[in-house]
């Protein structure tokens, strides 16, 4: 069964980190770029970040640059953004997500459920 | 970074009417343009892509069309499960863009 599964939101203060993780199955991940998305409550959807299919590449939304680390482990069939000095308007669901074709960047044929992170002091 | 105006922000339709959503971008991105359908608590879900491929398995009451920077989302034949909010996606050029999204409601 493909799937993304996503995890370690919760809350956090402002000015600090925390750590998400994508748990990809089903397909062959180390070959497709993978993103994140988030969606502030009651708000439309927002880029923030994407990782190549082999690490090497990284790209990121202004609104989080230097702030935002996008990263992979093919072996481990996982993908991370470390966030840090977090703000208040960073809250909202994060998405994972994984392109239509290994030729990217393309449009996202899955998503993960989400993970809620809450920056609130 | 490329901007996507999508239009009308809200429409009201009836079961079995026609709509279409646009979306247009501040530049060309070719075909490079897909569409999405998101429910209440759900993540979104890939309707179309390169503008006008429809996703394997999707139903054929939706199409698209459109390149350079003009684009539409056709639903024929409304059914109930289609009222829901609509977004357009540019993948052409880093960083990745949305439009603000189209709510579908019941008339």
């Known amino acids: 069964q493909v799937q993304l599964v996503e995890s370690g939101g919760g809350a956090a203060q402002p000015g600090t980190s925390l750590s998400l993780s994508c748990a990809a199955s089903?397909?062959?991940?180390?070959?497709?770029?993978i993103h994140w998305v988030r969606q502030a409550p009651g708000k439309g959807l927002e880029w923030v970040a994407a990782?190549?299919?082999?690490?090497?590449?990284?790209y990121y939304a202004d609104s989080v640059k230097g702030r935002f680390t996008i990263s992979r482990d093919n072996a481990e069939e996982k993908a991370s953004l470390q966030m840090s000095s977090l703000r208040t308007e960073d809250s909202g669901v994060y998405y994972c997500?994984?392109?239509?074709?290994?030729?990217?960047?393309?449009?996202?044929?899955?998503w993960g459920q989400g993970t809620m992170v809450n920056v609130s002091s | 970074a490329i901007q996507l105006a999508q239009s009308p922000s809200s429409l009201s339709a009836s079961v079995g009417d026609r709509v279409t959503i646009t979306c247009r971008a501040s530049?060309?991105?070719?075909?490079?343009l897909a569409w999405y359908q998101q429910k209440p608590g759900m993540p979104p879900n890939l309707l179309l892509y390169?503008?006008?491929f429809l996703k394997s398995g999707g139903p054929s009451r939706f199409s698209g069309s459109g390149s350079g920077t003009d684009f539409t989302l056709t639903i024929n034949r409304l059914q109930p499960e289609d009222f829901a909010l609509y977004y357009c996606?540019?993948?052409?050029?880093?960083?990745?863009?949305f439009g603000q999204g189209t709510r579908l409601d019941i008339k």
């Open positions: 997500a994984k392109e239509v074709s290994s030729t990217s960047p393309d449009a996202f044929e899955m």
């Open positions: 089903g397909f062959k991940f180390s070959i497709f770029s």
């Open positions: 990782v190549s299919y082999d690490g090497r590449k990284t």
């Open positions: 530049q060309s991105i070719r075909s490079a």
């Open positions: 390169d503008a006008a």
């Open positions: 996606q540019q993948y052409h050029t880093y960083p990745i863009t």
